[in-house]
């Protein structure tokens, strides 16, 4: 969980580095990141099962699958790793991520997987470990270190939502190179930063110039 003390200081530094952030923060702060705790696999697998779709269907899938697997709060590797395929499949999953759920399940519960471990490794080679498991590529893996490990910067450029909102925020399209170069200057906080980004998208903000 990432404490209040660094999103304070992580507001400050975005504040003075960026004025156009800065409006974002002042209309959306403070930053919440981290506020809910959920296990690392849990976050993986809502993760999976949110990939190619709208929040609303993601969340109703997810409550179905919850109740297909006896998950009372949250997913275990115990709860999928031995599910029906069938069942996963009549809760809204494609039969890929229902293959994709149980393999890692089954992964972690063998210990040939181990979220102690990857927690210890540094951002790039966390990214590159997960983006090894069926299912995961680097999106997935990207939102996992936010959401999950609470790594303060990272940024999504495969993300469509941050990239809208990124070219809202400047008034400009940014192609890959020049969204790096226009993100560089949030480090080390870019995942605080995206959040913002993230509002843009929920309230459908118009002009930040």
């Given amino acids: 969980m990432i404490d209040v003390a660094t999103l304070a200081a992580a507001d400050h530094h975005l504040e003075t580095r ?15 990141l981290g506020s809910r ?5 849990h976050v993986l697998c ?9 929040l609303k269907a993601a969340d109703t899938i997810q409550a179905r699958v919850m109740q297909h697997v006896g998950a009372a709060a949250e997913f275990t590797p115990a709860s999928l790793a031995h599910a029906d395929p069938e069942a996963l499949r ?3 999953l494609s039969r890929s991520k229902a293959r994709w759920l149980t393999d890692i399940a089954g992964r972690v519960l ?6 102690e471990q990857l927690a210890t490794l540094d951002d790039e080679a966390a990214i590159e470990t997960l983006d ?3 299912g995961i590529g680097r999106w997935t893996a990207e939102m996992f270190l936010i959401f999950a490990l609470g790594r ?6 495969d993300d469509v939502g941050l990239r809208r909102s990124l070219d809202r925020l400047y008034g400009k399209p940014h192609n890959d190179a020049a969204a790096r170069r226009c993100t560089a200057k949030w480090a080390p906080y870019r995942s605080v930063a995206s959040w913002y980004l993230w509002r843009m998208v929920d309230a459908d903000e118009g002009d930040w110039g």
């Fill in 18 to 32: 960026d004025p156009r952030l800065a409006k974002l923060i002042a209309a959306h702060g403070p930053c919440t």
């Fill in 37 to 41: 705790e959920r296990s690392p696999f």
């Fill in 46 to 54: 809502t993760s999976i099962i949110n990939q190619q779709l709208s």
């Fill in 90 to 92: 009549a809760a809204g």
């Fill in 110 to 115: 063998e210990g040939s997987f181990s979220f």
């Fill in 132 to 134: 090894a498991l069926p």
């Fill in 152 to 157: 303060l910067d990272i940024f999504a450029l």
